[in-house]
């Protein structure tokens, strides 16, 4: 039966890890205050939706 | 195959969903706008839809199939007397669906979903919105710090008043 001849050093394991990594979430920038927002949600910092007031906010 | 199966399940017994879906319909058409799930709002859309065609033909048999489904017969009634002038021109779209961010807790995907509303209805809501926004100013100045950071580490937390009233407690 096949076996490894030698156990994978530190080195190599983490090499081969190198490509399990998260990506950052995409943001979109806020047209009314410049926060940046989650694209297609409302902004969490002024409350607005595609330039409409959806829920009123400290700043709103 | 799932041919001809629409619709989701949402985890429930289908006696389960109807009866969610009832209460969720209800809601909608008594407060205008509900906050909740994504995938059940977008369920939902097929609930209230339904209603206010019903609404539209606004015969006695339509009412009575609108109130075999909303809980309340306030609602139905208001809904009837309702519906035939601020839905009359328009066929379909009656809801609108805005994407909020992720619960905190289980990180589910939260969206609010309310009745596209005519002009008078709009300006009724914004009063109301002066007035509650005036009771926060006081709050406001201690949350402008906070805030910077939100921005920055917490995208998907885009719930205003309930991230805000926790910052008053931690501060």
């Given at each position: 039966?096949?076996?490894?001849?030698r156990?994978?050093s530190?080195?190599?394991?983490?090499?081969?890890?190198?490509?399990?990594?998260?990506a950052g979430i995409n943001?979109s920038?806020?047209?009314?205050?410049?926060?940046?927002?989650?694209?297609?949600h409302i902004?969490?910092n002024c409350?607005?939706?595609?330039?409409?007031?959806v829920?009123?906010?400290?700043e709103? | 195959m799932?041919?001809?199966?629409?619709?989701?399940?949402l985890?429930?017994?289908s006696?389960?969903?109807?009866?969610m879906?009832?209460n969720?319909?209800?809601?909608l058409?008594?407060?205008?706008?509900?906050?909740?799930?994504d995938a059940k709002?977008k369920?939902?859309?097929?609930?209230?839809?339904?209603?206010?065609?019903l609404a539209k033909?606004?015969?006695?048999?339509a009412?009575?199939?609108a109130l075999s489904?909303?809980?309340?017969?306030?609602?139905v009634?208001k809904?009837f007397?309702e519906?035939?002038?601020r839905?009359?021109?328009?066929?379909g779209?009656?809801t609108?669906?805005i994407k909020l961010?992720?619960?905190?807790g289980?990180a589910?995907?939260?969206?609010?979903i309310?009745l596209?509303?005519?002009?008078?209805?709009?300006?009724?809501?914004?009063?109301?919105?002066?007035?509650k926004?005036?009771?926060?100013?006081?709050?406001?100045?201690?949350?402008?710090?906070?805030?910077?950071k939100?921005?920055v580490?917490?995208?998907?937390?885009?719930e205003?008043?309930?991230p805000?009233?926790?910052?008053?407690?931690?501060?």
């Amino acid at each position: 039966m096949a076996v490894p001849k030698r156990r994978t050093s530190k080195s190599r394991r983490d090499k081969r890890r190198t490509h399990h990594k998260i990506a950052g979430i995409n943001l979109s920038i806020c047209p009314q205050c410049n926060e940046p927002k989650l694209p297609h949600h409302i902004c969490g910092n002024c409350g607005t939706y595609k330039g409409r007031v959806v829920l009123e906010s400290e700043e709103a | 195959m799932r041919h001809r199966k629409a619709g989701v399940k949402l985890n429930r017994t289908s006696s389960h969903a109807k009866a969610m879906f009832r209460n969720m319909v209800t809601s909608l058409f008594k407060h205008e706008r509900i906050q909740t799930t994504d995938a059940k709002a977008k369920e939902l859309r097929i609930w209230a839809d339904h209603m206010i065609t019903l609404a539209k033909r606004g015969d006695l048999h339509a009412r009575r199939q609108a109130l075999s489904i909303i809980r309340e017969k306030d609602v139905v009634h208001k809904l009837f007397e309702e519906a035939p002038e601020r839905f009359g021109s328009v066929s379909g779209g009656y809801t609108r669906i805005i994407k909020l961010g992720r619960r905190q807790g289980d990180a589910a995907p939260v969206s609010l979903i309310e009745l596209t509303a005519s002009e008078k209805i709009r300006k009724k809501k914004e009063k109301k919105k002066e007035n509650k926004t005036d009771k926060k100013q006081a709050a406001e100045e201690t949350e402008e710090k906070a805030e910077k950071k939100e921005a920055v580490e917490d995208q998907t937390d885009t719930e205003t008043e309930t991230p805000s009233s926790a910052e008053d407690q931690q501060s």
